[in-house]
């Protein structure tokens, strides 16, 4: 079986508590430390710590995490920082850990015609670390990001 082809039998084990319930889309499942770290102190005590929750990925939602109970949600402004996958400004972070944001590619692409983004966050990964989890809204790697927006930014540079 390809993996576009679809299949039934795994779209139904498809959880409920996976898919946002605004969008309807899969949202990415995230550690409790990552709403701790990323969501408006004075929302702390809404987080339910036998819940699980998941990122919602898609652009144009409202919602940031969602739980296993579809009432109770987080949304973008309920966050301390503006998420990549949710608000396209060039002032917002491409990397949360080493602090890039689209302008500083950009600005990097426009001085010297080449982006040195992704070794850069390579590079400090291994040393000194990254911490993700605790510093990007969606809780896990940032170089897919980089690499989407290094494309798009390529193009605006041309
Ligand atoms: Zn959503």
Same mark, same amino acid.
């Given at each position: 079986?390809?993996?576009?082809?679809? =299949?039934?039998? =795994?779209?139904?084990?498809?959880?409920?508590?996976? $898919?946002?319930?605004?969008?309807? &889309?899969?949202?990415?499942?995230?550690?409790?430390?990552?709403?701790? =770290?990323? *969501?408006?102190? &004075?929302?702390?005590?809404?987080?339910?710590? &036998? %819940?699980?929750?998941?990122?919602?990925?898609?652009?144009?939602?409202?919602?940031?995490?969602?739980? &296993?109970?579809?009432?109770?949600?987080?949304? $973008?402004?309920? *966050?301390?920082?503006?998420?990549?996958?949710?608000? #396209?400004?060039?002032?917002?972070?491409?990397?949360?850990?080493? =602090?890039?944001?689209?302008?500083?590619?950009?600005?990097?692409?426009?001085?010297?015609?080449?982006?040195?983004? $992704?070794?850069? $966050?390579?590079?400090?990964?291994?040393?000194?670390?990254?911490?993700?989890?605790?510093? %990007?809204?969606?809780? #896990?790697?940032? *170089?897919?990001?980089?690499?989407?927006?290094?494309?798009?930014?390529?193009?605006?540079?041309?």
């Amino acid at each position: 079986m390809k993996c576009c082809e679809t =299949n039934s039998k =795994n779209e139904k084990s498809v959880e409920q508590s996976t $898919i946002c319930p605004m969008c309807s &889309n899969r949202g990415a499942k995230v550690q409790m430390v990552t709403l701790t =770290n990323l *969501l408006e102190e &004075n929302l702390l005590s809404l987080i339910r710590s &036998n %819940n699980t929750y998941h990122w919602c990925r898609e652009g144009s939602c409202e919602v940031s995490y969602f739980s &296993n109970d579809a009432n109770h949600f987080f949304k $973008i402004g309920d *966050l301390k920082v503006k998420a990549t996958a949710k608000d #396209s400004s060039l002032d917002v972070p491409v990397c949360y850990c080493f =602090n890039h944001t689209r302008q500083s590619v950009l600005d990097e692409l426009r001085a010297t015609g080449e982006s040195t983004v $992704i070794e850069d $966050i390579k590079a400090k990964m291994k040393d000194p670390g990254c911490f993700c989890e605790k510093s %990007n809204p969606q809780g #896990s790697c940032c *170089l897919a990001n980089n690499r989407k927006w290094l494309e798009e930014a390529k193009k605006l540079v041309d």
